[in-house]
């Protein structure tokens, strides 16, 4: 079946634009993230969705970063007022349960976001 | 703390090499240990867990909680084994903490 997508693949907008990024997880799967991967800093972090409970957004670097997922399924990450610093590839992944006996985080292809 | 340690940035290493990705952990708690990987032009997907004990694509990770260490080994390296590593410690609470990874190329 089909993999978690992420859209868009790439992103260039200026410095002070806001943005929209958007994650649809494997059909089914109760848990999404939302990662940063830059470079040299491995996977960061951002978000956690379960089910219907309250995310986890332990993760995100500061107030002008949120996420929402709708319906239980597809997920969007907003960033507003970006600064080049936010510049990065933005990951996504799903998985079936929380539990870590059963876990493995399925990823998406990423949105490689350049702020100018 | 909790934290992910890969020390190498970079390992380069000939084919039929062996080659040894060194993973380093702090966590308080009964660590769940995974190395994911990411080849060129695909997604991060997983490697391996420790707790499954098993052996992929002929790699293999043991948990040293003594040394607080989840290396990842194999006895003869191949060009197609070239990719990004990174070993990750799930922390409870669904959380997940991934090190900066290392970049692993096997020359021919």
């Known amino acids: ?116 | 703390a909790q934290r992910v340690t890969q020390p190498e940035k970079l390992l380069s290493v000939f084919k039929g090499a062996p080659v040894e990705l060194k993973c380093n952990y702090s966590y308080s708690g009964s660590p769940e240990l995974f190395w994911y990987v990411q080849y060129s032009r695909q997604r991060l997907q997983l490697l391996l867990r420790h707790i499954s004990r098993e052996s992929i694509k002929g790699f293999t990770a043991d948990l040293n909680k003594g040394e607080t260490s989840f290396h990842l080994k194999k006895p003869f390296a191949q060009e197609e084994d070239s990719a990004m590593y990174y070993c990750a410690l799930y922390t409870g609470g669904f959380k997940t903490i991934f090190g900066a990874g290392t970049r692993l190329f096997v020359k021919a």
């Open chain 1, 1 to 116: 079946g089909a993999g978690v997508s992420q859209s868009p693949s790439n992103k260039v907008t200026e410095k002070g634009k806001d943005v929209e990024l958007r994650c649809d997880p494997i059909s089914g799967h109760t848990a999404l993230y939302w990662y940063r991967q830059s470079l040299g800093q491995g996977l960061e972090f951002l978000i956690y969705f379960q089910g219907n409970s309250a995310p986890d957004k332990s993760g995100l670097p500061s107030d002008r970063f949120s996420a929402e997922r709708t319906g239980g399924s597809v997920s969007t990450l907003t960033i507003q007022r970006t600064q080049q610093e936010d510049s990065a590839v933005y990951l996504c992944a799903s998985s079936l349960v929380g539990a870590p006996d059963s876990y493995e985080q399925y990823f998406g292809p990423g949105t490689r976001l350049t702020v100018t």
